[in-house]
């Protein structure tokens, strides 16, 4: 079965690299030239005095293990028959709540951490489940819910930073920085964002695998995404089961934005980072929902990201060429998914 997934992510690299190439060469850019550049981003060879490999996989690393978890957490949704698009409003509340959670005084040194991030990953929790309640009460469709969800978290977020969540030493939205016990240590003293928050990301991805491939929760979690009505009528809790999965959507979203806060940023701010929710749909579907394939889907986008701004930054060339490539391989990647699922059904 993981073999039969590999081909279409296998083509969806190909059509990575053909997009690619008609950007390049439609924005004037030498092309061998170009590709050494993005090589020399995603990678840090060949090295040159500014930038190396630590350079590299500083940046590679840190978007890796944001992308495993808002892949993941598209991924478990669409198991189920759900389409989280909410996963970077979810990403958003998660990072506010561990930043305000990382500012509590009186907690414990040894629990500060954790419970920072587990404050966020519940708070993205609460954030899905609204529209999958929606969903299952009065048959609202996810896509619109959480589409709009994203919009509230955007909003709510701002201005709950703006008014309430300030911190009151300075004049810009954002909050406190959080508390030195509740930071993530970072995997190397030469590294300025990659964290320990990528060995809670691969935990994830082996602990959402065994959960769905070796439990009967998974087993039922994917009858119901697979055929909602054989689910049914074999006698699987379908509405639990998708209202659970949705639920741990959100959490695993939320937990993302905890990393980032715990991680690198160290506080929440007016224009967070939420794109990475969004970039997960195309890490998800990459992988064809199978979390084995996570990783390597999730470290090809990474990868992307930072190729194309490394060739911004040395060629002027449009920055924006990571988000088209992103864009069409969405588009491929969705194409597939929807034939697979109309062939199955």
């Known amino acids: 079965m993981l073999t039969t997934r590999m081909a279409p992510a296998l083509l969806g690299a190909l059509m990575v690299l053909a997009a690619l190439t008609l950007l390049i060469v439609a924005a ?24 190396g490999p630590v350079d590299a996989w500083d ?17 478990i949704a669409l198991q189920a028959g759900l389409f989280n698009i ?34 966020g990953a519940a708070a993205g929790a609460l ?24 919009y509230i978290a955007l909003y709510l977020t701002h201005w709950l930073v703006t008014e309430y969540l300030k911190d009151p030493a300075g004049d810009a939205p954002q909050t406190a920085v959080i508390a030195e016990a509740a930071k993530l240590p970072l995997l190397s003293q030469e590294f300025l964002s990659a964290n320990w928050g990528l060995g809670i990301a691969v935990l994830s991805v082996l602990g959402l695998w065994l959960t769905l491939y070796r ?27 998708m209202t659970e999965a949705m639920l741990l959507s959100g959490a695993l979203a939320g937990l993302a934005g905890a990393i980032e806060v715990c991680g690198t940023q160290y506080r929440f701010f007016e224009g967070f980072p939420g794109e990475y929710g969004f970039d997960g749909i195309a890490v998800a579907l990459l992988a064809g929902n199978h979390p084995a394939l996570m990783p390597v889907s999730a470290w090809l986008m990474s990868a992307l990201r930072s190729g194309a701004y490394h060739l911004h930054a040395e060629t002027g060339a449009p920055k ?6 992103q864009a ?7 194409a597939v998914y929807l034939r697979r699922r109309r062939m199955e059904g």
């Open 59 to 75: 940046t590679v690393l840190h978007d890796m293990t944001l992308l495993l978890l808002t892949g993941l957490s598209v991924a």
């Open 215 to 241: 439990t009967v929760w998974g087993y039922e979690t994917r009858a119901t995404g697979a055929n909602r009505d054989a689910a049914e009528a074999a006698g699987a809790p379908i509405a639990r089961r």
């Open 328 to 334: 069409v391989l969405i588009l491929y990647v969705a």
């Open 127 to 150: 954030w899905a489940f609204v529209p999958v309640w929606l969903k299952m009460r009065r048959g609202a469709h996810e896509v619109i819910s959480t589409i709009m969800f994203n």
């Open 320 to 325: 924006e060429i990571a988000v088209v490539v």
């Open 28 to 51: 004037g850019k030498p092309l061998g030239e170009s590709f050494q550049i993005i090589l020399q981003g995603a990678t840090g060879y060949p090295r040159t005095d500014a930038f």
């Open 86 to 119: 909410g996963a970077a409003g979810q990403l958003l509340v998660g990072a506010l709540a561990a930043a305000w959670a990382g500012t509590l005084p009186g907690v414990p040194e040894r629990l500060h951490l954790p419970f920072a991030l587990l404050i």
